[in-house]
């Protein structure tokens, strides 16, 4: 079975910081672009970040740029989010998800979410 | 960036209704436009990819249309399990999502 398990989330203080895991199993993690997607409590759906298939490309979104970092270990199936500096803003489920193909950026494979929440 | 803007925010329909959802890109996109439907305490799931193919297992009462700037998903025939809220997404130049539109029982 295709599936993303995220883990990782919890409460933080404002400023500190918070590794996100995604776990990847029944297809050909190595191959696959990757991308984190959060969702705020009561809101739509943003995209926050993407990794190429070997790491050497990343992308971010203008509202985490400076402060997350993405990463991959293909050897481990595992896609990661390093976020530091985090702000009340920040809180809201994260999710890892799997482009269709390099030529079709849809995300077809999304996990269950891991639950952000930033407070004093 | 492209912005993207879902119309109506809300829409109350009945089971066996048409619905229409309409999606606007601040600049072209070509047809590089999704539709997801989420329901409470779940992840998306994409029903519709490229703007209008059918993505594998999504019955065929949902479909795509447009390019452009101009997209919409219709629901032929709204069935109970339809109440969620849909999304739209651009991955034209990275990936932006459209506020949503919440499809509520009549």
């Known amino acids: 079975e295709v599936q993303l398990v995220e883990s990782g989330g919890g409460l933080v203080q404002p400023g500190g910081s918070l590794r996100l895991s995604c776990a990847a199993s029944?297809?050909?993690?190595?191959?696959?672009?990757m991308n984190w997607v959060r969702q705020a409590p009561g809101r739509g759906l943003e995209w926050v970040s993407y990794i190429n298939s070997i790491g050497t490309t990343t992308y971010y979104a203008d509202s985490v740029k400076g402060r997350f970092t993405i990463s991959r270990d293909n050897a481990k199936n595992s896609l990661y989010l390093q976020m530091n500096s985090l702000r009340a803003e920040d809180t809201a489920v994260y999710y890892c998800a799997r482009p269709q193909d390099s030529q079709n950026y849809a995300f077809d494979i999304w996990g269950q979410g891991t639950m952000v929440t930033v407070s004093s | 960036d492209i912005q993207m803007t879902q119309s109506p925010s809300t829409l109350s329909a009945s089971v066996g209704d048409r619905v229409t959802i309409t999606c606007r890109a601040s600049q072209s996109i070509s047809s590089w436009l999704a539709w997801y439907q989420q329901k409470p305490g779940k992840a998306p799931k994409l029903l519709i990819y490229?703007?209008?193919f059918l993505e594998t297992g999504v019955p065929s009462r949902f479909s795509g249309s447009g390019s452009g700037t101009e997209f919409t998903l219709t629901i032929s025939s709204l069935q109970p399990d339809d109440f969620a809220t849909y999304y739209c997404q651009q991955y034209n130049s990275l990936w932006t999502f459209g506020q949503g539109t919440k499809v509520e029982i009549k």
């Open positions: 029944g297809f050909t993690f190595s191959s696959c672009e």
């Open positions: 490229k703007a209008s």
